[in-house]
Structures are given as C-alpha cells and as structure tokens.
C-alpha cells in the first residue's frame, strides 16, 4: 500500500466485503509498524478494539495454526523485511511461544542499511553497510575491492553510517542473501522483489557436499546473536582468489546459515530444557528449497519436530491469517479471564 491507486482499491475492496458480509466491527488487526498505511485505514472504522500484531509473530501464528499447535513451540522465521519491538528491522528470528505471545530469544547481527529501502533495490548498497557495520576500515577496504565501479559512492556510504543519516539497522536473511549476492557479482541491482537472493539460491546445489564458512554466535542482552562477520570474510577471499565456483560458494553460504541456526537451537535446548522440541519454519526465505530441505533434515536429526506450511503460504501470502489467529487467542485469553 504504497501508491495512491493500491490504497483506493484497498479501501474500496474492504468497504465492500464490510458491506457484503456485514460483520460486526469489533476487532481490527493491522501489522505493528508505526508507519503502515493501514494504521491509517483501520480509523476510518468503528472497530471497538485494534490489535497490532508483530510481523514474525503473524508468521509464527499462521504456522501454528496451520499444523493445530496448541501448545507452545519454538520458532525459525527467515525473511526479508519486519519492523521488530525494539524500533529495528527484524528477519532472522528464533521465538519460543504460541500464538498468543512470544519470546525473542536469539536474531542476527544488527547492521547499517544506508539509505533504507535504497538497499533492497540495490544490494551493493546492503553488502557495504553490513561490512563496514561488522568489520570497520576493514569492511571499507573490501568494500572498493568488490564494488570499483561505486567508488566515488562508498565515502558517502561511510559517511551516513558513521553519523547514522537516512539509515536503519536490520537483521534479516533477505539483506544477508542481498548483500552475498552482490558480493559475489551475481546481483548488485534488483530489477524485481527478491532478485538477488532468487539468484543466488538458484546457484545452490543440494546434491555439492561442501563444509559451511566461520560464524560465531554470541550472547548480547540475554539473547543468541548470530554473527556472520568471520563468512562474509572467507567468502570476499574466494570472491578475490577466483579459485571456487558460483555454485560452491553459493551452497557454502546456504549451509552456514543451516549450521548457524541447527547450532543456536542445541544452545536453546541445552538453555531451556523443559521447552517443547517442537519448532515451526516461517518467512518467506523457506520457499528456498535448499534451507528448507536441509534444515529438516538437521533438525529433526538433532532430536527436534520440525512443522512447516501446508495449505497457509510461508511468506507475507500467510501474514493476515497469522494476524487473525493472534488476534483470536488474545481475545480468547481476555474472555477467559
């Protein structure tokens, strides 16, 4: 809803349905983003109570729901874009809950995305944030190594990130894939939604055993970080040696994120042993053949039942079911009480 036409059609389109159904307005749910137009809408009616309802967490729920969990579960939602609680933007998420309430328990590293949405169309803009946000002068220096035709750029770049101008800090797997993508050449510019991370999980192969890059993961303010610093460097050195292929660096990639995160869930279990073991997959990254596969693959070795979609889909196609199901267990907590 982000042009004048989409909003009019919105408006008509529910004025309509309101119309035709003829529910009662008793509840309206809309996403937790301060900024979403339907924040806007959901004024123009008499609802009588409006529920925001946190992007992953309408995630969490339209799994949930979608395999009837009850009870409380463990959560992985990967995907590109999510205003999160603490103002930043969340992607790359682990939650432990139900689709009342949730609990964050471990993301990844926060960085700079200089010029906001600016990165998601050009995923040369996200690399550089996210190295220099993670390495410094380092991340800089691999910065002109990567990208020579943005050289009259990258002193601008730096500049908004150290003095925090038109720039947010986010987490999320789509920037990651963004920023991999662009710094192996396969896509600096998004001509379409998606473009880079497509293209690079097109180059994965299921079938190339190759071992995962470095990652750390840390403990910062009670939650599990995960840290792809130590990745992003290996992967500027193969990119510079020229000695792998796409394909091999591209299959690397994906399987240090399935270890990173098969690793994260051990630690939670061993933190948290009286949690169920059961765990939903969410976000639009698992219509990602590679991650998804492999990840149920690893975890249910590491003694996990893993649930994902099956008739709700995955990515933002599922959110209002999601809402919707938040919505209704809140309101089914609040009649109980």
Same mark, same amino acid.
């Given at each position: 809803?982000?042009?004048?036409?989409?909003?009019? *059609?919105?408006?008509? +389109?529910?004025?309509?349905?309101?119309?035709?159904?003829?529910?009662?307005?008793?509840?309206? !749910?809309?996403?937790?983003?301060? #900024?979403?137009?339907?924040?806007?809408?959901?004024?123009?009616?008499?609802?009588?109570?409006?529920? +925001?309802?946190?992007?992953?967490?309408?995630?969490?729920?339209?799994?949930?729901?979608?395999?009837?969990?009850?009870?409380?579960?463990?959560?992985?939602?990967?995907?590109?874009?999510?205003?999160?609680?603490?103002?930043?933007?969340?992607?790359?998420?682990?939650?432990?809950? #139900?689709?009342?309430?949730?609990? =964050?328990?471990?993301?990844?590293?926060?960085?700079?995305?200089?010029?906001?949405?600016?990165?998601? =169309?050009?995923?040369?803009?996200?690399?550089?944030?996210?190295?220099?946000?993670?390495?410094? +002068?380092?991340?800089?220096?691999?910065?002109?190594?990567?990208?020579?035709?943005?050289?009259?750029?990258?002193?601008?770049?730096?500049?908004?990130?150290?003095?925090?101008?038109?720039?947010?800090?986010?987490?999320?797997?789509?920037?990651?894939?963004?920023?991999?993508?662009?710094?192996?050449?396969?896509?600096?510019?998004?001509?379409?939604?998606? +473009?880079?991370?497509?293209?690079?999980?097109?180059?994965?192969?299921? #079938?190339?055993? !190759?071992?995962?890059?470095?990652?750390?993961?840390?403990? *910062?303010?009670?939650?599990?970080?995960?840290?792809?610093?130590?990745?992003?460097?290996?992967?500027?050195?193969?990119?510079?040696?020229?000695? @792998?292929?796409?394909?091999?660096?591209?299959?690397?990639? *994906? $399987?240090?994120?399935?270890?990173?995160?098969?690793?994260?869930?051990?630690?939670?279990?061993?933190?948290?042993?009286?949690?169920?073991? @059961?765990?939903?997959?969410?976000?639009?990254?698992?219509? #990602?053949?590679?991650? @998804?596969?492999?990840?149920?693959?690893?975890?249910? $070795?590491?003694?996990?039942?893993?649930?994902?979609?099956?008739?709700?889909?995955?990515?933002?196609?599922?959110?209002?079911?999601?809402?919707?199901?938040?919505?209704?267990?809140? =309101?089914? $907590?609040?009649?109980? !009480?």
């Amino acid at each position: 809803l982000d042009n004048v036409n989409t909003i009019e *059609h919105y408006q008509n +389109e529910l004025k309509h349905l309101l119309k035709w159904v003829d529910p009662k307005q008793e509840i309206g !749910v809309i996403d937790y983003h301060p #900024n979403y137009q339907t924040r806007k809408i959901v004024e123009e009616f008499a609802f009588e109570k409006v529920v +925001e309802v946190q992007h992953h967490h309408a995630h969490m729920a339209a799994c949930l729901a979608d395999n009837n969990l009850d009870d409380d579960a463990f959560a992985i939602i990967l995907d590109g874009t999510g205003y999160g609680l603490d103002g930043n933007i969340w992607g790359f998420e682990v939650f432990y809950g #139900n689709c009342s309430r949730f609990d =964050r328990l471990a993301h990844l590293h926060y960085t700079a995305l200089p010029g906001g949405e600016a990165c998601i =169309r050009e995923p040369w803009r996200n690399a550089v944030g996210m190295l220099i946000s993670l390495l410094g +002068e380092k991340g800089y220096e691999l910065s002109k190594q990567l990208f020579p035709s943005q050289q009259q750029a990258l002193p601008v770049l730096r500049a908004m990130i150290e003095k925090r101008m038109n720039t947010v800090y986010a987490g999320t797997c789509g920037r990651l894939f963004d920023a991999v993508s662009s710094m192996m050449g396969v896509c600096e510019k998004s001509t379409y939604d998606g +473009e880079a991370a497509i293209s690079l999980s097109e180059l994965a192969d299921m #079938n190339l055993r !190759v071992d995962p890059y470095r990652y750390e993961i840390e403990k *910062h303010d009670h939650l599990l970080r995960f840290n792809f610093s130590p990745m992003l460097l290996q992967i500027a050195e193969d990119v510079a040696s020229g000695e @792998k292929k796409e394909t091999e660096m591209s299959t690397a990639f *994906h $399987e240090t994120i399935v270890q990173a995160l098969v690793d994260g869930m051990k630690q939670l279990q061993q933190r948290f042993p009286h949690y169920n073991k @059961k765990i939903v997959l969410s976000g639009g990254s698992f219509h #990602n053949r590679y991650l @998804k596969q492999r990840l149920i693959h690893c975890l249910t $070795e590491a003694g996990f039942e893993v649930f994902t979609h099956r008739r709700i889909p995955c990515s933002d196609g599922g959110l209002s079911y999601g809402q919707l199901m938040v919505a209704a267990a809140k =309101r089914e $907590e609040t009649t109980c !009480v």
